[in-house]
């Protein structure tokens, strides 16, 4: 069952310490203490037109480099199966598999060390392409520890509408 902290303490939320967490569907499902910059590449293509003798410059393929999260936390089995799930649909499927099979779409939160939300990203059709993850803690525990994931995208972008706070405090 996912973990639903008390809304009225920070110190129940068990993702409080990190400040990066992972959302999907409007819950937390993960969080972690390094993240990776998020990387655009944009191709140059050059051209010339007719007897122009200058190059003339357009954009090209447009490729995002995958996230990288570390050090962190799971209570939420089903982030923990999609994190695993990648061979076992890549063996099931064969010859058609498709990384959109897995994708999703995630929230990534960047929050301060007070535990102010200062800035958001939506990163699109995700999939893990490597996760390390240690045992559970100790027997009976719902966490899973998140060494790292890697998570291949089709594309991310800021949430425009999340202000950070006046006084944001960067990590």
């Not at 203490?33 to 655009?40: V, Y």
């Not at 090209?60 to 990288?68: A, C, D, K, L, T």
Request: hydrophobic residues 35%; contains cysteine.
């Amino acid at each position: 069952m996912p973990y639903a902290p008390s809304p009225d303490a920070r110190s129940d939320d068990p993702y409080g310490r990190f400040n990066f967490r992972v959302k999907w569907n409007g819950r937390y499902v993960a969080a972690v203490n390094k993240a990776s910059a998020l990387r655009r590449t944009t191709d140059i293509v050059l051209f010339s037109e007719g007897m122009h003798p200058d190059d003339l410059v357009d954009l090209g393929r447009i490729e995002y480099e995958p996230i990288s999260l570390e050090g962190g936390v799971t209570y939420d089995v089903d982030f923990d199966t999609w994190a695993r799930r990648t061979r076992e649909v890549r063996t099931e499927l064969g010859k058609d598999f498709s990384p959109a099979t897995v994708a999703r779409d995630i929230l990534l939160e960047f929050h301060n060390d007070s535990g102010e939300l200062v800035y958001v990203y939506n990163i699109d059709r995700c999939w893990p392409s490597e996760y390390l993850a240690t045992p559970k803690r100790e027997a009976g525990a719902d966490a899973v520890i998140i060494e790292m994931l890697v998570l291949q995208n089709a594309g991310w972008r800021r949430d425009e509408a999340v202000t950070p706070p006046d006084d944001p405090n960067f990590f």
